[in-house]
T-cell receptor
Framework: DAKTTQPTSMDCAEGRAANLPCNHSTISGNEYVYWYRQIHSQGPQYIIHGLKNNETNEMASLIITEDRKSSTLILPHATLRDTAVYYCIVRVGMNTDKLIFGTGTRLQVFP | KAGVTQTPRYLIKTRGQQVTLSCSPISGHRSVSWYQQTPGQGLQFLFEYFSETQRNKGNFPGRFSGRQFSNSRSEMNVSTLELGDSALYLC????????????FGPGTRLTVL
């Protein structure tokens, strides 16, 4: 199973862009990268996912390197409510529920 | 559309007892999975159900079991509770087509005394 590596914690000023990196050097060609976040022991919230192209939705942007060994989640204008643990996950097969969560990045947004 | 619901939200049990947790998926979702979250082990996959059949199972002892009903609702059961079973138990559902996304419920906080 492809593993992900993320920094343990990051800080970001409110209103600034938060850039959260993730390494997934053993990812296979057909495996997607997913991002979830968890706010204070609530259920994880889906943010975005991608395969090889950059993706954007109303919450965030996902930039995947050309070799697919790393990616960056971008929150364009961080708010205090974005303070959470962010998980980068490589999904094990596209027709299974099994997500392997790492330790995630604790993002602290400060005023 | 309502999200994934889990009941109860909080539960306190004593060692040796058993517990049943319930999960109602998002309407139209056919696949349900369960996860355990503890401070020491983080989020770990328990099992996955589709069409009332278990399709995948994580590395947990046989005391952990589950089932899915014809309306896609799911229950998980933990027998002979141990202190280490204290955790947040999360349920997630998805529609079950290739490439879709899982959506998580708020979880059930189980405390074993």
């Amino acid at each position: 199973d492809a593993k992900t590596t993320q920094p343990t914690s990051m800080d970001c000023a409110e209103g600034r862009a938060a850039n959260l990196p993730c390494n997934h050097s053993t990812i296979s060609g057909n495996e997607y990268v997913y991002w979830y976040r968890q706010i204070h022991s609530q259920g994880p919230q889906y943010i975005i996912h991608g395969l090889k192209n950059n993706e954007t939705n109303e919450m965030a942007s996902l930039i995947i390197t050309e070799d697919r060994k790393s990616s960056t989640l971008i929150l364009p204008h961080a708010t205090l409510r974005d303070t959470a643990v962010y998980y980068c996950i490589v999904r094990v097969g596209m027709n299974t529920d099994k997500l392997i969560f790492g330790t995630g990045t604790r993002l602290q947004v400060f005023p | 559309k309502a999200g994934v619901t889990q009941t109860p939200r909080y539960l306190i049990k004593t060692r040796g007892q058993q517990v049943t947790l319930s999960c109602s998926p998002i309407s139209g979702h056919r696949s349900v999975s369960w996860y355990q979250q503890t401070p020491g082990q983080g989020l770990q996959f328990l099992f996955e159900y589709f069409s009332e059949t278990q399709r995948n199972k994580g590395n947990f002892p046989g005391r952990f079991s589950g089932r899915q009903f014809s309306n896609s609702r799911s229950e998980m059961n933990v027998s002979t509770l141990e202190l280490g079973d204290s955790a947040l138990y999360l349920c997630a559902s998805r529609m079950a087509f290739l490439g879709d996304t899982q959506y998580f419920g708020p979880g059930t906080r189980l405390t074993v005394l």
